[in-house]
């Protein structure tokens, strides 16, 4: 695979970076001369796996399963002494039918999904944050949908919910920090053809990632946190 950019740059741990909107973002800052270290569920081969197979001296791939308490602590063993000038956060999942309202949502879906999208990044966030550099950056994939303030016509309640969850806890996490020099950065891709977001999603995998990873690394040495779209306009809370 060859390089378009060879620029110097830094560690990325990317975590859930198997397939996906993950997977290109690995992709792309590997473009840009980064280093990832990305995370897979499981000990199968994925994307990620041959995307190695082309920069064997810049990826490197951990197994966790973000769900599981017990994996996190393991990663955070086994990257004991380590920095990163970046960690990003890009687990998530939806409710098997979003068409469905809050209250028609088994215990089971809302339980899995809210697990997943709010519950499992912050426990990530947590036991890896000092592996992050002092003036490094913290990120966490959110969405569009996490917003109460522009949800207009509802839709989506328990993904909707779930990131909304998310961004109230980083902005617990960000005022439990401080005034510390980390950027904190919870990002909405918008609606991308990916296996989440669907065929019918407007704009392709490969048009929205560049944008992507532009806005993440714009905001580094940007103390405090910050929420914002692909194209780096602040998402209202």
């Keep these: ?31 840009r001369g980064w280093k990832v270290i990305g995370t897979v569920r499981g000990p199968q081969r994925t994307l990620l796996h041959e995307l190695a197979d082309g920069y064997p001296d810049r990826v490197e791939i951990e197994q966790l399963d973000v769900t599981e308490p017990d994996q996190i602590a393991a990663l955070r063993s086994r990257l004991a002494g380590r920095s990163f000038e970046i960690l990003f956060v890009n687990a998530g999942t939806a409710n098997t039918d979003q068409d469905e309202t809050i209250a028609e949502t088994s215990t089971e879906d809302f339980v899995r999904v809210m697990v997943t999208n709010a519950l499992s990044p912050m426990r990530v966030i947590e036991a890896l944050q000092d592996l992050v550099s002092p003036t490094g950056m913290i990120g966490v994939m959110s969405s569009g949908q996490g917003s109460i303030a522009n949800n207009t016509r509802g839709g989506h309640e328990v993904y ?31 609606w991308i053809r990916t296996e989440l977001g669907g065929p019918n999603a407007p704009v392709a995998l490969e048009d929205a990632v560049p944008k992507v990873v532009d806005v993440l690394l714009a905001q580094q040495g940007q103390p405090g946190l910050r929420y914002v779209d692909r194209e780096g306009r602040t998402v209202p809370w």
């Excluded at 741990?13 to 992709?27: F, K, P, Q, T």
């Excluded at 401080?178 to 918008?190: D, T």
């Design 1 to 31: 695979m060859s390089e378009s950019n060879t620029e110097a740059a830094g560690t990325i741990l990317l975590i859930g970076a198997s397939r996906g909107l993950g997977y290109a973002m690995a992709a792309e800052l590997l473009r």
């Design 160 to 190: 909707r919910g779930s990131k909304a969850a998310l961004n109230q806890y980083m902005r617990c996490y960000a005022a439990r920090q401080g005034g510390q020099a980390r950027a904190l950065l919870l990002l909405a891709p918008g």
